[in-house]
Nanobody, 125 residues
Framework: QVQLVESGGGLVQPGGSLKLSCAAS????????MGWYRQTPGKERELVAA???????NYADSVKGRFTIFRDNAKNTVVLQMNSLKPEDTAVYYC???????????????????WGRGTLVTVSS
């Protein structure tokens, strides 16, 4: 079992900043890509930012220059720093992690895609 715990959502004024964190725990052998998605009512979930195990990043055009994703491999954590927030950034943000699980003997097991429960970000004055 692999679990994700997200934190950092909340209410912020336009132009403000928030930092979202996501920590993975459980039977983890290795973690590949880590990322953040967001979803608003009536719309499909969309990629916000992702980072590979090697540190390569990918951002949605709408957040480039404002959001930064980084990870701490030692802590199995991914962080999304969001600056210059806009009302259109309001959404539920979900952490997503591609994991290779560990078997009970510690050897590599199967690959899993794990989602967090989501954290609400509201940008409003």
């Amino acid at each position: 079992q692999v679990q994700l715990v997200e934190s950092g959502g909340g209410l912020v004024q336009p132009g403000g900043s928030l930092k979202l964190s996501c920590a993975a725990s459980g039977s983890i052998f290795s973690i590949n890509a880590m990322g953040w998605y967001r979803q608003t009512p009536g719309k499909e979930r969309e990629l916000v930012a992702a980072i590979t195990s090697g540190g390569s990043t990918n951002y949605a055009d709408s957040v480039k220059g404002r959001f930064t994703i980084f990870r701490d491999n030692a802590k199995n954590t991914v962080v999304l720093q969001m600056n210059s927030l806009k009302p259109e950034d309001t959404a539920v943000y979900y952490c997503n992690v591609d994991v290779r699980a560990a078997n009970v003997d510690g050897r590599p097991g199967g690959y899993l895609e794990v989602w967090g429960r989501g954290t609400l970000v509201t940008v409003s004055s």
